[in-house]
């Protein structure tokens, strides 16, 4: 048992110093609150059974506080079975709205090999004509200054853009404040990472890059035959053509997200998610791999103190040192992001993240979801 008590203080003190360094990434990006110049952008958008959310993204991406000869949008139908393309094809009366069928695109060779949204994304891609691609869902409602406020992250050498696009539920719950929360923390994780150059994560529901580094990593050609990772596998796939990824913080960037699945819909999201560790490069495998080990001792530890095997007092000093390291990613992120109401919530969520974590880690790993192809 001292063995064990020596191993988990020793990885807690490595997670707590690694999470403080990854923590002072939040303060290396750059905003540029005024900005003469306009990039010009792409945004895309794959759309499968958008019927109820389509027509008012088209409404906000085309209203976007930015001059219309500097972007241009595509949405391509991803075979979809209700009236998104039906709508859509009334809403491309708007000068620089395109669209798209998946269908019309099927046989051709250089899409076989691509399922998913990924054949759709792909397509839309192929299809546009400008160097930064602005990335987001159908079901998302950026604001009217989206694309002023990505311009004003951009210089020369910014290759990768993420931001910030939370939950919005219907009916909210205390599961859906959970994952509210366990969203955020990843959300943390992007710009911290991102802040010091070793990109880990991100999401496609607000992201940017450039379709030069796309093309020159090979498109979804790599990955084309994985469900998910659009967003994080293509993340990945360009770190070594990126010279600088940014993070938004900007208020007008946020791109919330309506969330409407339930809890087996949710469930089968993450283990997909979790799937996607032996995709991963060696660096982020060693990553997670390590977190996960410190978690299992760390709850093998507190099942010891439950059965009067071990002390509950280096327990308690062990986890509070995992809470405070959290809370130096987490709660720094919150404070920029002046999301100040969630950061009570953290000593609530540290309670349940440990096995929430490896169970979906190990589903994941060694078992089967189901997902939209």
Sequence with gaps: MITLYYIVLFLSFIYLLFFIYLSFG????????????????????????????????CDILTKQNYPKDHYEIIIVDDRSEDSTFHLLTKLTLKSNLHTFRVKDFINEKQYSNLIGKKRALQIAIDNAKYEYLAFTDADCLPSEEWLNEINKHIDDKTDFIAGYSPLIYKRPSIIDTFKSFERMSIFALTSASFGHNIPMTCTARNMVYRKSNFINAGGFSKIGHIKSGDDDLMLLLQRKLTNKHSFMFSQNSIVP?????????????????????KYYPAYLKTIVLSVAIFYFLLLLLFLFSVLGLAKWNIFLVVFLIKTIADAALIITWQIKMKLYNSILLLPFMELFYIPYF????????????????
């Design 26 to 57: 939040h303060y290396k990006h750059r905003y540029y609150n005024k900005k003469s110049t306009y990039t010009n952008f792409s945004i895309i958008v794959a759309a499968r059974n958008e019927e109820q959310h389509i027509a008012r993204l």
């Design 257 to 277: 997200s309506i969330e409407d699945k339930t809890i087996s819909e949710h469930h089968q999201q993450e283990i997909r998610r979790a799937s996607k560790l």
């Design 358 to 373: 490896l169970f979906y880690g190990l589903k994941g790993t060694f078992g089967a979801y189901k997902w939209k192809n």
